[in-house]
C-alpha cells in the first residue's frame, strides 16, 4: 500500500465555471452541499512504507497547499458545527477552516490559538478521529473533514512563512507561579498565565523540556524542530524553563512557596511510572518497559549509537506488548532500528486497539505483525540471561467489562511461543510518587493520581493540577485543557479578596473523579 | 527575574568544578558548584550526571557536601566514555547536566556498632554514611578494600570517623593479603558485637558480604548500582528483585536489605550493554 506518494488532489473540482472561479478567489466556497460531498476526504503526502522504515524522519509530510484547500472546500459549513463540540477545547473548527478558504492561513492559525496554544502538535498527534472528526456532518454519510490535517497545514504554513507573531503581553505582574512538569499540561498553563502576566517558572526533571512529547513520542510522529519551536515560543513569552529540577527532592512544594516566593504551584508531572505485567521472566536482558525503550531513544538519541553514548539493544525479532500510542511507538521505532519481525502482541481484537487510528495503519503499512486476541504469561530466557522467546496464551473475548471494552478470557491449551529476543512492556503509566510524597496534605486516588475538582484545584491551597498526573493517562489535548483551567483558576485564586496568602493547610476542596484512560 | 533562594552574585554558574584532585590514575575527587544540591542532600544520595550533549546520563553519589560554600563533592572512577570524559576536566570546567538529590536517604541505625565495609569506589560512596553512623553515635568499624595499593582509597578520611579502619587487598600490596570479606569474617567470628553492617562495593563484593551475614541475620544493607537511565522513577530500567518484589532501586533505593535482593539477576542484567559500552569508548 501507498508505495507512491500521494500529491495531486484526488478528483478534480466539479465546478470551473467562471462565477464559481470569482467565487473562489474570493474566498467564499462556491459549491453546492452536493457537490461538496462528492470530493473524496484528501489525504496528505506521505514517506512510502520502505523508506520510511529506515528512517527517524517525520512519515506524514502534510498536505500541499493545492491539497488542503481542496480539503477545506469539502466542509459543509454546518449551522450548527458539531465539529466543535467534539474538540475537547472547543478550537473554532469552522472559522478556521473559512480563513483557509480565504488563504489567510495566518488567521487561520491564529484562530486556533485562541483556544489551542499548541496547534503544530495537536494537528500531528490528537486522536481526531474520536473527537472533532468523530462527529463531523461530513462524516456521517461519507468520509470526515480532514480537520487534524489543516490545522497541521496552516501551522506549517506559518513556520515555514517565518509569519509568527508573538502576542503582546499585559504588563508584569507581582505574583509568580510554579509550574512544575514541562509536559503539555505544564507548557499550556505556563504559557496562558505569562499571556495574563505572570512571572512563571517551569522546573523539569529531566534535562529537556517537553515531557512525553520530547521523551516518549518519536521523531517520526513528531520532529524534534517542532518541539524546539513551541518551546522557544513559551520562553518568549518571558517564561523561564529550569530544567534538571525535581520537584520534591531539589526543593519540595512547600520549599516553593516559602523560600522561593512563588504564590500558587501548577503540577503537570505526567504518569510517568511504567507498570510491568509482573510476569517471569521480567528481568531478562532484552526486557525493557516502553518508557526506558522510548526515552533511550528519542530523549538520549540512542539511534544515533555511537555518536550518541547511550546504547541500545534490539533483537532481529521484537515483541511489544500492549495496543495504545506507546506501544504503536515502540514496535515502530523497534522496526526502524533494524527489527526484522516487529510484533505487537494485544490481548484483545483489532477494534479495540486504542492507539490513533492513523498510527495503526502506518504501523500495518510498516509491516507490524499484529497477534492479536494474545496475553504474554511467560519471557522465557536462553540460559544466560538473554531473552529467547514470549509464552503466550490466546484470548477470546466475553462480556463487555467496567471500561464497557469486552473482558479477554483466556482459551485454555492454546499457549504458543513467539521467538523473540526484545521484549517492550507498553501497558500502562502511573504518576510518580515523588511530589504525593512530600507535600502533606495532597490528596490521591488509590491509582496514585492527584484529586482535583472541576477547576483543577487539589486539595492544597494554592496548588492545582491537571493533565496525566490527575486522569492516569489520557492525551495531550486534555492535558492541555487542564493546563489552560487551571491557569483560569490560578488567575482567579491569586485575585481573590485582598488576596493575602491564606493559611495554606489541608483545605479540602470539591472532590470529582476525572475523566479515566484512553491510552494505556 | 524569576523568584530564586537569594544567590551570591559571585557565584560561579551552576555545575562549574571548583576544585579536581586526583586520589588514584584513574580516580578523581570533584568539588562541584551547585548549591541547591549540596544545601538538599543527605548521606545515600546521588546524583545524575550528563558529562556532554551527548553523554549518557549516570548516577553518582554524593560523596559530601559543603552547603555554605554551594558544592557538592563527587569522587569518580574512570571506567567508561562518560567517567574518563570527565576525568578529563579541571577546574572551570562545567558539567553539562547535574540533578538531584536523588533516591532514599540511608537509614542510619544510632548509638549501636557497626560494621561498614566498601569497595573499590564504592568506599567513596560509603564514606558519607559512615560519618553519619559515627553522628549517630555508633561505634563504626570500617574495612576498605581494592585490587591493588593504588586503588584503596579514602583511607585518610575513612580514619576520620571510624574507631578502626582495616584495609586489605587482594594482592597483599598493602594491608591485609585478601578480600574486604575476609576481614569482616574474622570480626564476626571473634565475637565482638555487631550490630548491623553496610556494604557497598561491586556487586559480586556485595553478595558475598550478604552471604557471610545470612546466617547471623544480622542487618545488612547494601547500595544497588543499578543501570539508570533517569533516575526519577520513570523508565524502570533499575529494577531490582527484593525479597520476590520488583523494586526500582533509583527512588525505591539505592539501599536494600542484602539478604533479599537477588544478586545474580542484576548482575546479569547490569551486563547487557558491555560489549556496546566498549565500543562507545573505543570509537572516542
Ligand atoms: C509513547 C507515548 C505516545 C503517546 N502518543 C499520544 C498521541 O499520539 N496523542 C495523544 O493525544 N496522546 C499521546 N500520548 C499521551 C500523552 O503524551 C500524555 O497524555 C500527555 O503527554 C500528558 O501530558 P502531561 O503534561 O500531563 O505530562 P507529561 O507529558 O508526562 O509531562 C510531565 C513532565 O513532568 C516532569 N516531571 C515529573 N515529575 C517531576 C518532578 N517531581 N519534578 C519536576 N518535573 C517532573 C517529567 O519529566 C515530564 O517532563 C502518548 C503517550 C506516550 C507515553
Ligand atoms: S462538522 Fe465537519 S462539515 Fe460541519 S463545520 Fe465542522 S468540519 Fe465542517
Ligand atoms: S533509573 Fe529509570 S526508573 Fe530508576
Known sequence: MNEQPKHSPDSTPPNQDGAAAQRRAAGVNPLKPSERMKIPRQHAVEQTARDRVRNFTEVSLGMTEELALREAERCLECRNPVCMEGCPVSVNILDFIRLILKKDYVGAVNKIRETNYLPSICGRVCPQESQCEAVCTMGKKHQPVSIGKLERFVADFEREAGLFIPPELPERRPETVAVVGSGPAGLTCAAELARKGYGVTVFDALHAAGGVLRYGIPEFRLPRDILDMETERIRALGVTIQTNFVVGRTATIDELFDEWGFRAVFLGTGAGTPNFLGIPGESLSGVYSANEFLTRVNLMKAYRFPAHDTPIRIGKQVAVIGGGNTAMDAVRTARRLGAEKAYLVYRRSRTEIPAREEEIEHASEEGIEFVLLTNPVEILGDGRGWVKGLKCQRMTLGAPDASGRRRPIPVEGSDMTLEVQTVIEAIGQKPNPIIQSTTPGLSTSDRGTVVVDEFQTTSREGVFAGGDLARGGATVILAMRDGKLAAESIHRYLNRNGAAPADRGNGQAAMTEPETAVNA | ?284
Open chain 2, 1 to 284: 527575574m524569576p523568584p530564586h533562594p537569594p544567590r551570591d552574585r559571585q557565584a560561579p554558574p551552576p555545575n562549574t568544578i571548583i576544585s579536581r584532585r586526583l586520589l588514584a590514575d584513574s580516580i578523581g575527587k570533584f568539588d562541584i558548584y551547585a548549591p541547591l544540591i549540596a544545601k538538599k542532600r543527605k548521606p545515600g544520595n546521588f546524583v545524575m550526571v550528563r558529562a556532554t550533549e551527548r553523554s549518557e546520563r549516570i548516577p553518582l553519589t554524593i560523596v559530601d557536601a559543603d552547603e555554605d560554600a554551594g558544592t557538592i563533592t563527587l569522587i569518580i572512577q574512570a571506567v567508561g566514555k562518560s567517567t574518563k570524559y570527565l576525568l578529563t576536566l579541571y577546574a572551570g570546567d562545567a558539567i553539562v547536566d547535574i540533578v538531584g538529590p536523588l533516591g532514599n536517604p540511608t537509614p542510619l541505625v544510632a548509638g549501636k556498632s557497626v560494621v561498614c565495609v566498601g569497595g573499590g569506589v564504592g568506599t567513596a560512596e560509603l564514606l558519607p554514611i559512615a560519618r553519619g553512623l559515627r553522628e549517630n553515635g555508633n561505634m563504626v568499624r570500617t574495612i576498605i578494600g581494592g585490587r591493588t595499593r593504588e586503588l584503596v582509597i579514602l583511607e585518610e578520611e575513612m580514619a576520620g570517623c571510624s574507631d578502626e579502619v582495616y584495609v586489605t587487598t587482594d594482592d597483599g600490596s598493602y594491608g591485609r593479603r585478601g578480600t574486604v570479606v575476609d576481614q569482616l569474617n574474622d570480626i564476626l567470628a571473634s565475637g565482638t558485637k555487631v550490630d548491623a553492617v553496610y556494604a557497598i562495593g561491586p556487586l559480586p563484593m556485595m553478595k558475598a558480604v550478604a552471604n557471610a551475614t545470612r546466617d547471623t541475620g544480622l542487618k545488612t544493607t547494601v547500595s544497588m548500582n543499578a543501570l539508570m537511565v533517569d533516575g526519577t522513577g520513570m523508565c524502570g530500567g533499575c529494577r531490582v528483585n527484593v525479597g520476590g518484589a520488583m523494586k526500582f532501586a533509583c527512588v525505591d533505593g539505592p539501599e536494600f536489605d542484602g539478604h533479599e535482593v537477588d544478586f545474580d539477576e542484576l548482575i546479569m542484567r547490569n551486563r547487557t550493554y558491555s560489549d556496546l559500552e566498549k565500543f562507545a569508548d573505543c570509537q572516542s
